[in-house]
């Protein structure tokens, strides 16, 4: 809705300041839309990981005359590429597996997932459905092992999670001219978001008519009459599965890492499945297996949680594996050299080290939870619906207005998770 609004064929940007007449129904919108929607996560990991490394060593490299430029290219890349990877790996899987978004601004240019989609709903065929599907795990599977592989041969330098004194008064001056187009890029990231929020807001308290704005209140009404329920019943469940994913992602995260158990790495790839089958199809996947006794979960809101929890792991598991990757064994040997037991050196030692995972998984969760339609579209029943549900019902029948109201108290609610949890993250950044 604010893509379309701001450089749509009569958008804000483009017809209203540019005078431009271009088509933003095309892959060139995909792509735009899919960067924007994962850099935020992608740089929550890659600082999740980053906080897990030991300054010294950046401080040695400084100290024995290597330059700003070379310190960042030998030292703190190789350091962050398992968070790198990571990153690159989820917005793969993420792009790949979305349906909703060629649907809306793709045009007539096709993806996987929303002919399969399409082959479902609009047509009721199951069979070209799942050889799509199978098509798309394909490419995904062979961009898992991918990951696994850089992981495995990434190079680790840090060789302790202990900090230094002087590591929080490192100083390191990026230079001009890198500084700048860092800002340049961040800037334009930032003014691009805020554009999108603010198109959204005006649409949910003006109508535009006759070449005329006019401001009204009639959309806010509606919705504080018969949708609030819906909203209050999001954030219900967003809590339950962030907290969920985050607790059992981290937990996997470490047996696969660290304990190293027989058939770890075939775990790793049965985790990560949910991620890779397209919405709509894990959505479909639940309602045939928890429709019978004793599992008859379908229309619960249990089956709601349970289906984002599971769809979000492979974020919370990647996202501490690159934590992991950071953190030295030797603190888990000296703990077990000194008698403690494996519950007290996870909870002790490994929790705490994994913090800035646990943000990051939670605020993936929480956010995904909050704005998924496809998974659980097929899972809720009409007296038990959740916002983005309201919200996708609203824009099929037309009502912008209404539709720009709810994705206000859904982006409200997200962005406050989204600051209060990236500032924690930040604090444990620069602690660290």
């Known amino acids: 809705l604010a893509y379309i609004t701001l450089f749509g064929k009569r958008g804000f940007i483009t017809s209203t300041l540019l005078g431009l007449n271009m088509n933003p129904y095309d892959w060139h919108g995909i792509v735009l839309m899919q960067i924007a929607s994962n850099v935020s996560i992608a740089a929550l990991i890659i600082m999740g990981m980053m906080s897990g490394i030991d300054k010294r060593l950046i401080e040695a490299s400084l100290d024995l005359g290597e330059s700003v430029t070379g310190t960042l290219k030998r030292v703190i890349l190789p350091l962050a590429r398992p968070g790198i990877v990571a990153a690159a790996f989820i917005t793969f899987i993420k792009s790949i597996a979305d349906f909703g978004t060629p649907l809306i601004i793709g045009g007539n240019f096709k993806m996987l997932a929303s002919e399969a989609y399409l082959a479902v709903i609009g047509r009721g065929d199951f069979p070209m459905a799942s050889a799509l599907s199978v098509i798309i795990i394909i490419p995904s599977i062979i961009a898992f092992f991918v990951y696994r592989s850089n992981m495995k041969h990434a190079e680790l330098m840090a060789m302790s ?255 406050l998770i989204n600051v209060v949890f990236s500032r924690l993250l930040l604090r444990e950044t620069k602690n660290g």
């Open 161 to 415: 999670s202990s900090k230094s004194v002087q590591s929080s008064n490192l100083s390191f001056n990026l230079g001009v001219g890198l500084r700048a187009v860092l800002m340049l890029f961040t800037w334009t990231f930032l003014i691009f978001m805020t554009l999108q929020y603010v198109s959204i807001f005006m649409s949910a308290i003006s109508d535009y008519r006759s070449g005329q704005l006019i401001f009204t209140s009639e959309y806010i009404q509606e919705v504080s009459f018969s949708k609030m329920p819906s909203f209050f019943r999001s954030l219900y469940y967003a809590f339950i599965a962030a907290i969920a994913t985050s607790v059992i992602g981290l937990l996997l995260s470490y047996y696969i890492e660290r304990r190293r158990f027989k058939g770890a790495k075939s775990f790793d790839l049965i985790a990560s499945l949910p991620y890779i089958i397209p919405g709509p199809f894990f959505g479909i996947g639940y309602v045939l297996a928890f429709n019978d006794y004793p599992l008859a979960l379908t229309g619960t809101g249990l089956i709601v949680v349970l289906n984002c929890v599971f769809r979000q792991i492979p974020i919370s598991t990647k996202a501490a594996s690159a934590t992991l990757s950071n953190i030295s064994t030797e603190l888990e040997d000296a703990a077990r050299d000194l008698g403690a037991s494996n519950f007290r050196i996870i909870r002790g030692i490994i929790m705490p080290l994994l913090k800035p995972a646990f943000l990051v998984s939670f605020v993936n969760t929480f956010t995904a939870t909050m704005t998924t339609v496809g998974a659980i579209i097929f899972l809720i029943t009409p007296s038990a619906k959740v916002a983005t549900v309201e919200l996708f019902n609203v824009i099929r029948e037309g009502k912008y207005g209404l539709a720009a109201v709810l994705a206000c108290m859904i982006i409200t609610a997200t962005l």
